[in-house]
């Protein structure tokens, strides 16, 4: 069990990439709090999950992440990982036709979360090491047009991330993040336009040397990995997992 006994929380764990976390890591001994905004898909997964629970949770509210935070110790005693997983999509489009507040939601979900889940996080994670995880993309290291401000926030995880690595390491925190490519997600039809047809999908596999788009497994075994002690001298990685689009 390579995470036996460690408390975790994944926070977008009601479906696509985070859902596969949140199971890996239970099946590996991982306590799990399964953050989402969703609450029907949230209880779902949580439901499926032996010694997980659910919590309700817009993580771009700082008092809503304080109280996942404090749930979590509540709920296990602590806190050993955090994978920031929760993010939203761009529609394909021109990038002056993005609308500015889908630019704002954009920015509040897939970057301000990360910094208020330190605010409040961090310091628990201090107390005893652990491990913080975030969900970046390929769209950082080789952005797809019609995605700009998408791929300017997955840029900034990149960024985030590396600077948190460093910044936290004197505290036994290590930070990495997942690039992941475009996946079997609820989120595919967003990147590619609004309609997901085989046509259109296929165009994004001929990209992909491995041939496939990447699956929630893929993802979640990455992070297992990451928050594993395997990986106890690995921090500021962005691990790309995306059958070598990136090449």
């Known amino acids: 069990m390579r995470l036996s006994g460690k408390s975790t929380i994944v926070t977008g764990a009601g479906s696509g990439f985070g859902e596969g976390i949140a199971h890996r890591f239970a099946e ?35 008092l809503q992440v304080r109280a996942m935070v404090q749930t979590a110790v ?12 929760a993010g939203i999509a761009q529609r394909n489009m021109p990038m002056l036709d993005v609308p500015e507040e889908v630019f704002d939601r954009i920015y509040a979900v897939n970057v301000k979360s990360i910094y208020l889940s330190a605010i409040h996080a961090v310091p628990v994670l201090r107390k005893n090491g652990g491990v913080i995880i975030n969900t970046a993309s390929t769209a950082a290291v080789s952005p797809r047009p019609g ?40 989120l595919l039809a967003e990147f590619m336009g609004g309609e997901d047809t085989p046509e259109i999908r296929q165009k994004f596999i001929n990209t992909i040397p491995l041939g496939r788009l990447s699956t929630p497994t893929d993802i979640a075994n990455a992070a297992l990995f990451l928050a594993s002690d395997e990986a106890e001298f690995i921090t500021g990685v962005c691990l790309e997992v995306d059958g070598g689009r990136c090449v």
């Open 74 to 85: 509540d709920e296990f005693g602590g806190l050993d990982v955090l994978v920031n997983n």
């Open 28 to 62: 590996e001994g991982a306590r799990v709090m399964v953050a989402d905004i969703n609450e029907e898909n949230g209880k779902r997964v949580a439901g499926a999950i032996k010694n997980a629970v659910y919590c309700k949770v817009d993580v771009t509210n700082t």
């Open 147 to 186: 995605l700009t401000w998408y791929n300017g926030s997955k840029g900034a995880v990149v960024t985030l991330t590396k600077s948190m690595a460093v910044e936290l390491a004197k505290d036994n925190i290590r930070v990495n993040a997942i690039n992941p490519v475009a996946g079997e997600t609820a």
